[in-house]
Every structure is written in structure tokens, then in C-alpha cells.
């Protein structure tokens, strides 16, 4: 169940470094520049870390406290990847190359990737 309420989410992914290509080179930016995309999708990934390692240590805090684990534990993953994904999606039409550096749309999927890396391993 959870793998298909993460679809959307993985489907974004994929949009947005099919058409960063693909935009970016309307606006004159060369191909090697516009598949730096990916570093952006592993810095994305690599933030996310942090609030898992951080959900994980929680969960072993409680186990050791001999608690059971509560619903209530993972709410700091989701109050980070709710609002990361809203903005991921959000931002890339503010951010058109002829306006901002490409590099600052690139922003959006590293957002974008934080809301999936979250929530779809858990």
C-alpha cells in the first residue's frame, strides 16, 4: 500500500529529470550542465538521511526504555517531507532559467527527493 501512495511521488522524480533536459536546452544550457540533475536527486537523498537516522534513533531509544513504539515517532519525518514536497512542486515554475541560474531550480528536485526518500523506505 504504501509503495502506491508513493507513485505520485517517484513519478515527479522521473518528470523532472526527463524535462529538465529538455527545458533547459531551449534556454541554451549544454547537456553536460543540465545532467548535473542527478547530484542534485543524491543530495536530496542524502538530506533525507539525517531525519531517518534521526526517526531510527528514536525508535531505539524507546525499545531500550522497553516502550512500544508510537505512531506519534515518525511525525517529524512527515512534518519535514509534507512541506518539502509541496514546495518541490511548487517552485520549478519560479525558477525558469532565463530568471534564476539553472542551478536554482534544481532546488525543487532536491525537495522533491527528500518528500520520497522519506516516506517510501520506512
Same mark, same amino acid.
Given at each position: 500500500?504504501?509503495?502506491? +501512495?508513493? #507513485?505520485?511521488?517517484?513519478?515527479? %522524480?522521473? *518528470?523532472? /529529470?526527463?524535462?529538465?533536459? @529538455? $527545458?533547459?536546452?531551449?534556454?541554451?544550457?549544454?547537456?553536460? +550542465?543540465? #545532467?548535473?540533475?542527478?547530484?542534485? %536527486?543524491? *543530495?536530496? /537523498?542524502?538530506?533525507?538521511? @539525517? $531525519?531517518?537516522?534521526?526517526?531510527?534513533?528514536?525508535?531505539? +531509544?524507546?525499545?531500550?526504555?522497553?516502550?512500544?513504539?508510537?505512531?506519534?515517532?515518525?511525525?517529524?519525518?512527515?512534518?519535514?517531507?509534507?512541506?518539502?514536497?509541496?514546495?518541490?512542486?511548487?517552485?520549478?515554475?519560479?525558477?525558469?532559467?532565463?530568471?534564476?541560474?539553472?542551478?536554482?531550480?534544481?532546488?525543487?528536485?532536491?525537495?522533491?527527493?527528500?518528500?520520497?526518500?522519506?516516506?517510501?523506505?520506512?
Amino acid at each position: 500500500m504504501l509503495r502506491i +501512495a508513493a #507513485s505520485p511521488i517517484y513519478g515527479m %522524480v522521473y *518528470l523532472f /529529470t526527463e524535462s529538465f533536459t @529538455v $527545458v533547459y536546452s531551449d534556454f541554451g544550457v549544454n547537456s553536460r +550542465a543540465t #545532467s548535473l540533475r542527478f547530484v542534485a %536527486v543524491l *543530495l536530496g /537523498t542524502l538530506l533525507s538521511g @539525517v $531525519v531517518r537516522f534521526w526517526d531510527h534513533h528514536k525508535l531505539n +531509544a524507546r525499545q531500550k526504555s522497553g516502550q512500544r513504539p508510537e505512531p506519534e515517532d515518525k511525525i517529524v519525518g512527515f512534518a519535514i517531507a509534507a512541506p518539502a514536497l509541496a514546495a518541490g512542486v511548487w517552485t520549478p515554475g519560479w525558477t525558469v532559467p532565463s530568471l534564476v541560474h539553472w542551478i536554482g531550480s534544481m532546488f525543487s528536485l532536491v525537495l522533491v527527493r527528500i518528500a520520497a526518500s522519506d516516506r517510501v523506505c520506512w
